[in-house]
């Protein structure tokens, strides 16, 4: 059976951290591309950060870079998300999915991804002010 659970989500104060994971099961991990995507309340889905296990590869959408960190842990099979610096407008549900063929780059695209091989739940952040 394929899972791909998010979790790691929570309520943090702006300027706070969180680490969101990302855990994988029932695939070929090393194969895969995982892209984290967020949604708040009343907007459309917005990709944020995608990293390909097969070659480290990663991808950042431009506010997040500086801020957020995508990495692997191929022997857990699990995508990190590290999140530092976080502000009220980070506040949203946080969502992984995992393609074969898609780079990177694409998580630009949400379109493109809501075609991708699997999604996971998402874990909700919360930031205050």
């Known amino acids: 059976e394929v899972q791909l659970q998010a979790s790691g989500g929570g309520l943090v104060q702006a300027g706070g951290s969180l680490r969101l994971s990302c855990a994988a099961s029932?695939?070929?991990?090393?194969?895969?591309?995982i892209g984290w995507f967020r949604q708040a309340p009343g907007k459309e889905r917005e990709g944020v950060s995608a990293?390909?296990?097969?070659?480290?590869?990663?991808y950042y959408i431009d506010s997040m870079k500086g801020r957020f960190t995508i990495f692997s842990d191929n022997a857990k099979n699990t995508v990190y998300l590290q999140m530092n610096s976080l502000k009220p407008e980070d506040t949203a549900v946080y969502y992984c999915?995992?393609?074969?063929?898609?780079?990177?780059?694409?998580?630009?695209?949400?379109?493109?991804?809501?075609?991708?091989?699997?999604w996971g739940q998402g874990t909700q952040v919360t930031v205050s002010s």
């Open positions: 990293i390909s296990n097969s070659d480290g590869r990663t």
């Open positions: 999915a995992a393609d074969r063929q898609l780079i990177p780059q694409t998580v630009v695209n949400t379109i493109t991804w809501r075609l991708a091989d699997y």
């Open positions: 029932g695939f070929t991990f090393d194969d895969y591309t």
